[in-house]
């Protein structure tokens, strides 16, 4: 079973910086099968990337997911004040159908 | 509109079971899958298993094996998801997802809203 590790726990940053989060894999994720999750206090969490580079519906392209094998991430260009929250990666290539979650990297205000 | 609906909070012994359903509208239910992710209070995501609406087909993820079971009505577009022989640690707002597109399993919008179920003796 693949086992996800997400650096840094926290990220404190002000509006308008870069956001740099890292997700690592315990082995080589299949295919590219690496997504980004967003989840603001007391909501579900919204897709933001698939496929490891896929934006998502809707996402706005100040996301961008890279990475291959056992090292993904997921880069914010700009930091709105939308965009603190905490960040998720997940794998779905490991076993058919089967989904695992990273810890999860909190991006707050400096 | 395409929403998902789920059930209301629970309180349950140790021991017990829980069943909390997942209502969906605005979309054809047999065609995306449905998931079930889990959150602890102040814990992170934890994916629990999808069911396929169509065939009544599941996965589960190896740690609720033998104890989570997800069917579904599909004379009433409603999943379910019920998890036996609760403990303490169970105790996590559950959310249903639909599947992202008919490309790509993942879940993804629309969600439900959550429902917290507590495990307190």
């Given at each position: ?11 404190s940053?002000?509006?308008?910086e ?10 080589s994720?299949t ?9 603001k206090?007391g ?9 490891a ?12 997911g ?9 880069t914010?260009s700009?930091?709105?004040?939308e ?13 058919p ?14 | 509109?395409?929403q998902?609906?789920?059930s209301?909070?629970?309180?349950k012994k140790p021991?017990?079971s ?9 979309y054809t ?8 992710v ?7 995501l934890?994916?629990?298993?999808w069911i396929?609406?169509?065939?009544g ?14 069917t ?16 303490s640690?169970?105790t996590?707002?559950y ?8 490309w790509?399993l993942?879940?993804s ?8 179920v507590?495990?307190?003796s």
């Amino acid at each position: 079973e693949i086992v996800l590790t997400q650096s840094p726990g926290t990220l404190s940053l002000s509006p308008g910086e870069r956001a740099t989060l890292s997700c690592r894999a315990s082995q080589s994720v299949t295919n590219y099968y690496l997504a980004w999750y967003q989840q603001k206090p007391g909501q579900a969490p919204r897709l933001l990337i698939y496929g490891a580079s896929s934006r998502a519906t809707g996402i706005p392209d100040r996301f961008s997911g890279s990475g291959s094998g056992t090292d993904f991430t997921l880069t914010i260009s700009r930091l709105e004040p939308e965009d603190f929250a905490v960040y998720y990666c997940q794998q779905y290539g490991s076993s058919p159908g089967v989904f695992t979650f990273g810890p999860g990297t909190k991006v707050d205000l400096k | 509109q395409v929403q998902l609906v789920q059930s209301g909070a629970e309180v349950k012994k140790p021991g017990a079971s829980v069943k909390v359903s997942c209502k969906a509208s605005g979309y054809t239910f047999s065609d995306y899958y449905l998931h079930w992710v889990r959150q602890a209070p102040g814990q992170g995501l934890e994916w629990m298993g999808w069911i396929n609406p169509a065939s009544g087909g599941t996965k589960y993820a190896q740690k609720f094996q033998g104890r989570v079971t997800m069917t579904r009505d599909t004379s009433i577009n409603t999943a379910y998801m019920e998890l036996a022989r609760l403990r303490s640690d169970d105790t996590a707002v559950y959310f249903c997802g639909r599947q992202y597109n008919k490309w790509h399993l993942l879940p993804s919008t629309p969600w439900g809203q959550g429902t917290l179920v507590t495990v307190s003796s």
